[in-house]
């Protein structure tokens, strides 16, 4: 006979452990892509889970942040009692420097199947160089 030390057992402990059920931090839910073309860059977020009007994007003193909001109303009664919770509910945002080299007011989203596309339009590098202005000496 073989003496095995005894182990409380639990199938759903033991099953969640995997890495696969493990949770995720905040910052993980809004993955993005950026690409550098000749005339913008194109950001690809994913937002899966959100809908569209839950999605908040401006730019502000140089920064575009991204907000987006979840959550869950279940009015109708429960049965059973959860052994794991893994749907977030609540808001995420990121913030990326733009600086002044975009024209904020040309910028075009569009969402499609969880992911948030932007496509920022680059300042056209001769129009932004700053007028030279000449000071009159005075006698």
Not at 12 to 32: I, Q, S, V, W
Not at 65 to 70: D, E, L, M, V
Not at 86 to 106: A, K, P, Q
Not at 115 to 120: D, F, Q, Y
């Amino acid at each position: 006979m073989m003496l095995m030390p005894r182990r409380d057992f639990d199938v759903f402990d033991d099953l969640f452990k995997d890495d696969f059920f493990k949770g995720k931090d905040k910052a993980a839910l809004m993955k993005t892509d950026i690409r550098e073309t000749d005339n913008s860059f194109i950001l690809d977020i994913d937002l899966p889970g959100y809908k569209k009007e839950d999605i908040k994007i401006d730019v502000t003193d140089g920064y575009l942040t991204i907000n987006a909001k979840t959550s869950t109303e279940n009015n109708e009664e429960e049965k059973g009692k959860f052994v794991r919770r893994e749907r977030f509910m609540g808001e995420v945002s990121r913030s990326f420097y733009v600086g002044d080299e975009v024209e904020s007011d040309n910028i075009k989203a569009a969402f499609k199947n969880g992911t948030l596309c932007l496509e920022i339009p680059k300042v056209d590098p001769e129009e932004s160089k700053p007028e030279k202005k000449y000071i009159e000496i005075s006698d």
